[in-house]
């Protein structure tokens, strides 16, 4: 196959199956290799390869969307979202994506250079959906016997449009935000018991401020908060 079988040809190849098993596709291998074609002819006009498959991809997913919303009483997403909140554990390449989690409000544990046993051990004792770049760790039993769920990232994608990805998938929506650093609760804070560590401008303009519980890192709604959270409404509506 003239696209190859890359690591992230491989991670697509599961994403197409997934999506077009949502339309109820009856000859799944059919319809990937026809994707694969498609991203195929892309690359020979001239797009790099990650950027053909991410463009098929979409328009697939925009596909699977539209027929999703043209059908308001089937449940839009199997995989959401009344249960318990979801929670994540990201492989090391997702450092990026687990900031942007836990802005959203999300729990997201991420360490550098964690082996696949170790995400995997994770995952499971935490109950927490695996978001992986690597899609060999889809041959895995215990992904493949859907005893830890998870969702393959494409890996050169952005952060953001990581984060969109995850949003779309599992149907989520915005929650108050958590610490971007750790990913613990954030509770507000009386601003006299702060005042050492405000700044002295920030100080005589803002009233609102939180403390992280897990790492007492100490926030308020500053430029950077507002700009990220119009990032966020941005990405997930
Ligand atoms: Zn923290």
């Known amino acids: 196959m003239p696209l190859g079988m890359s690591r992230m040809v491989v991670g697509y190849r599961a994403r197409f199956e997934a999506l077009l098993k949502q339309l109820n596709a009856r000859r799944l291998e059919q319809g990937v290799q026809l994707l694969l074609a498609r991203a195929e002819q892309l690359r020979q006009q001239g797009m790099q390869k990650h950027v053909a498959l991410a463009h098929v991809h979409d328009r697939l997913w925009r596909i699977v969307e539209k027929r999703k919303s043209s059908r308001p009483h089937a449940t839009a997403h199997p995989s959401a979202c009344n249960e318990a909140p979801h929670r994540f554990v990201c492989d090391s390449g997702l450092a990026g994506l687990a900031r942007w989690l836990r802005a959203a409000g999300y ?85 006299n018991a702060v005042r050492e560590r405000v700044p002295p401008k920030t100080w005589r303009w803002k009233d609102e401020f939180f403390l992280c519980k897990s790492c007492d890192k100490l926030f308020w709604h500053g430029t950077h908060w507002e700009r990220i959270t119009q990032r966020l409404n941005k990405l997930t509506t």
Do not use: H
Not at 113 to 133: C, E, S, V, Y
Not at 141 to 151: P, Q, S, Y
Not at 161 to 168: G, S
């Open 107 to 191: 729990e997201a544990y991420w360490e550098p250079a964690i082996p696949d046993d170790r995400l995997l051990a994770l995952a499971r004792q935490t109950n927490a959906i695996l978001l992986t770049t690597d899609s060999m760790l889809l041959e895995r039993r215990l992904i493949r016997t859907g005893i830890i769920k998870c969702l393959w990232i494409p890996p050169a994608m952005s952060a953001e449009a990581q984060l969109a990805l995850v949003f779309r998938e599992l149907g989520l929506s915005l929650q108050p935000a958590r610490c971007m650093s750790c990913g613990g609760e954030l509770q507000p804070v009386d601003k």
